[in-house]
């Protein structure tokens, strides 16, 4: 286990998500990780499952520039202090999903790291089959913010952080 957060680790200072290791003291989501304004928390601690990590920094990357240093908590539900568009929120959870698949293979990591038994509501395995078998789940989103490109194929990123604003083509 400590092998696996020293690689993710070092891919995260690398890639400049920020990240302090820290004592929390709330009730967080995911044991020993919280996001307080766009810095990824982590108690190592009470840590159970290293590739929850991936999944959280996942968050922070795919977050709208803007918005960044406004996540804080549960991202998924209430990760913002200001009113968002609830598809760009269920958007990019799907993303920072493909976006752990794209890290951990870009690392060489187990896929069962971030698709372990406690993960996704009991949908891990699902998830693990369907990005084995080469379904899409994110990866559409990673593309239209220029993360990935669809010559050379995801898992392979062109970028680790999102650039781009969500445009909403209903307005």
Request: charged share 20%; net charge neutral; aromatic share 10%.
């Amino acid at each position: 286990m400590k092998n696996y957060i020293e690689i993710i680790l070092s891919f995260l200072t690398e890639i400049k998500i920020a990240y302090e290791m820290t004592d929390i003291k709330n009730k967080t989501l995911l044991p020993g990780l919280f996001i307080q304004n766009g810095i990824l928390q982590i108690d190592i601690n009470k840590l159970k499952y290293p590739g929850d990590i991936l999944h959280e920094a996942g968050h922070i990357a795919v977050c709208e520039p803007i918005f960044r240093n406004q996540l804080t908590g549960d991202v998924y539900k209430h990760g913002l202090s200001i009113k968002r568009e609830p598809q760009a929120m269920h958007g990019e959870e799907i993303a920072a999903t493909a976006w752990s698949v794209a890290a951990v293979k870009h690392l060489g990591l187990p896929m069962e790291l971030i698709f372990h038994d406690k993960s996704y509501k009991g949908s891990a395995q699902n998830l693990f089959d369907l990005f084995e078998n080469g379904g899409l789940f994110g990866q559409p989103l990673l593309q239209a913010w220029d993360m990935t490109c669809p010559n050379s194929g995801f898992p392979i990123m062109r970028a680790w952080i999102r650039k781009t604003r969500w445009v909403n083509s209903l307005s």
